[in-house]
């Protein structure tokens, strides 16, 4: 079953994260199992973002958190929020589009 990660914080230095997460993709080339990943603001709360990162399975989720470059980029992203960044796990049952 497809898995979904869901992270949502606040920042008013996005630009960092931003880098950060340009810096996780290139040092992750070729390791990381995530397969999608959307990136929004919330238009209705000042400086609040939710990432969406997809991958094929629960398991291969955990792989990728394990990376010691997911390791580090987090730790970092984590100094950059206030407050503390929430996450969440989702099994993916169905996507649609329209």
Known sequence: MRFVQIIEFQTS??????ALNDEWREATQGKRTAT?????????RPN?????IEFPS??????NNEL???QRISEQMMKLTDPPAVFRNLDLMEQRRF
């Open 13 to 18: 230095r996005i630009d960092e994260i931003l």
């Open 36 to 44: 999608a990943m959307s990136i929004t603001k919330d238009p209705d």
């Open 48 to 52: 609040t973002y939710v990432w969406m």
């Open 58 to 63: 629960y398991a291969d989720a955990m792989k």
């Open 68 to 70: 010691p470059e997911t």
